[in-house]
């Protein structure tokens, strides 16, 4: 089973940084691409970042510019290097982790962290 530990959400004021971790562990086959979510209250989760494993990223448009994702594949962990922050960036964050195993048929997986608050306010 593969759990996903996320850290570095909290407070910030507006035009501060905050970066978020996720760290990876256990049965973990070959990871394709890892990524960040966010859901506001009221609002569907929508994608903030990815990056595959040959290390192309996406953005949502709302934060390019202002957002780095970035990946260690040693540690099987990703960041998301939020800089430039807004109140509309407040949300819970969610980790979302995409593997694949290659066999007969190969399988491919999806998981997910159990989400850390952003909050961004004066």
């Known amino acids: 089973q593969v759990q996903l530990v996320e850290s570095g959400g909290g407070l910030v004021q507006p035009g501060g940084s905050l970066r978020l971790s996720c760290a990876a562990s256990g049965r973990i086959f070959s990871i394709t691409a890892m990524g960040w979510y966010r859901q506001a209250p009221g609002k569907q989760r929508e994608l903030v970042a990815a990056i595959t494993s040959g290390e192309s990223t996406n953005y949502a448009d709302s934060v390019k510019g202002r957002f780095t994702i970035s990946r260690d594949n040693a540690k099987n962990t990703v960041y998301l290097q939020m800089n430039s922050l807004k109140p509309e960036d407040t949300a819970v964050y969610y980790c979302?982790?995409?593997?694949?195993?290659?066999?007969?048929?190969?399988?491919?997986?999806?998981?997910w962290g159990q989400g850390t608050q952003v909050t961004v306010s004066s």
């Open positions: 979302n982790l995409r593997t694949v195993h290659y066999g007969i048929p190969t399988n491919r997986y999806e998981y």
